[in-house]
């Protein structure tokens, strides 16, 4: 990576789209992220005014993000074009129904390149460059998660089922080599310094089945969660919501109570442990497992929450997924409310350098009380604010 020039990729790029695409009237639909919108610039500079930009407000974006997006992107100095299609409730309806995390990725990609196809067609575009990288190969052709950009690579003919071909300038790139290109093409910090975020939106931090209002709630919690932990720099950092439900098998849960009594120094009654009904992904030996959720609540004498410093919420957690095999990650409460609420929100921050591996970032307990009292306070079906204390492994970065 250290001998990477971006100046001589682009260059080369530029050239090669050139050759590739032709006189043909192409399409590239952006994200936001760093590197569709890499793609959406450096293809610009190759074709020009062949080049159709979409945004596809697909329900799963943050709040107002098409519009701001649209908003950067067209204006100077980058002069690219967008236009905004909108096909909300034509996602919300596909994923109905769904709870398993990849099915949802395997549903969305459907409904993602379907809907692009029509597009495609509309614009009269027979092909379609995307910002697939590196990474999104490796994870999906490996079997740690379906990437919903990948298709040729797993078999999956774009002409045959979508009506154009794809041409992907950035697949052999890793991320930071992205970000480098980014640089080099002068995007604005919000897009080359953007923390990643999934191809599916927030329907992988919707946990279980997608809702309107917990969809809502998400997106809510999310802008909080991004304003408040930006001061502390982690490396990715988010909002989860997750159905308050608790599972029928809790075999596990006195044990675990135990434990954290024990290894948290408390009485066993001021422990409480859930473990909810819906599972999230984890990863075991370099591959992609469903395991069970734990959150623990630790009350003080006078009913407030047990701040605990983090190394020993870590190592609570690493005790409690040794001797519980199921369990792949640990939420710890940083505040709720007494009555029972449909929904619960975890917040997740970590620091990492390849995303292969990750520890939990260290924010202070003045933050995660400040974030969870918004979030209380703004998402009034939300019961408990948990802080996710799970490095990868056991967890995954995202939930699902």
């Given amino acids: 990576m250290e001998n990477f020039d971006p100046e001589s990729f682009v260059d080369a790029r530029i050239e090669e789209l050139r050759k590739t695409i032709g006189d043909e009237r192409t399409l590239v639909a952006v994200s936001g992220g760093v590197d569709s919108t890499t793609c959406a610039v450096l293809t610009n500079k190759a074709i020009g005014e062949n080049l159709v930009c979409v945004i596809l407000d697909d329900a799963f974006m943050r709040e107002g993000e098409p519009e701001d997006v649209a908003a950067i992107l067209s204006k100077p100095p980058l002069k690219v074009p967008m236009k905004i299609v909108d096909v909300r409730e034509r996602f919300l309806e596909a994923m109905k129904g769904l709870r398993d995390a990849e099915e949802k990725r395997k549903r969305f990609r459907e409904t993602f390149y379907r809907a692009l196809g029509e597009t495609a067609k509309k614009e009269g575009c027979k092909i379609l460059v995307q910002g697939t990288i590196r990474a999104d190969i490796d994870e999906t052709v490996g079997g740690v998660k379906t990437q919903h950009n990948v298709l040729e690579q797993i078999g999956i003919n774009p002409m045959e089922r979508f009506g154009f071909r794809v041409v992907e300038p950035l697949v052999t790139l890793y991320k930071e080599q992205v970000r480098m290109v980014a640089r080099f093409l002068k995007l604005p910090a919000e897009f080359s310094e953007r923390q990643p975020f999934p191809g599916p939106g ?30 502390h720099k982690p490396s990715q950092f988010f909002a989860v919501i997750i159905d308050n439900e608790e599972a029928l098998q809790q075999s596990s849960v006195t044990h675990i109570q135990e434990t954290a009594a024990r290894v948290l120094n408390v009485p066993s009654r001021n422990v409480k442990v859930k473990i909810f009904r819906d599972r999230a992904t984890g990863v075991k ?26 190394q020993n919420l870590v190592a609570l957690q ?16 940083a505040k709720d409310v007494i009555e029972k609420k449909s929904y619960v929100i975890g917040i997740r921050a970590v620091q990492t350098k390849n995303f292969l591996t990750a520890q939990v970032s260290e924010i202070p307990w003045t933050t995660l009380d400040r974030v969870a009292e918004k979030v209380i306070e703004e998402c009034p079906n939300v019961s408990t604010v948990y802080y996710d204390v799970t490095p990868k492994p056991p967890a995954t970065i995202e939930m699902e």
């Fill in 202 to 231: 927030l329907s992988v931090r919707v946990v279980g089945e997608i809702f309107t209002d917990k969809l809502e709630t998400v997106k809510k919690a999310t802008a909080i969660v991004e304003r408040e932990l930006a001061q």
């Fill in 285 to 310: 030996g370099g591959e992609r497992r469903y395991g069970e959720i734990v959150g623990i609540k630790v009350q003080t004498m006078n009913e407030k929450v047990h701040q605990v410093a983090l």
């Fill in 318 to 333: 690493a005790r409690i997924v040794t001797e519980n095999p199921a369990v792949v990650r640990v939420f710890y409460a």
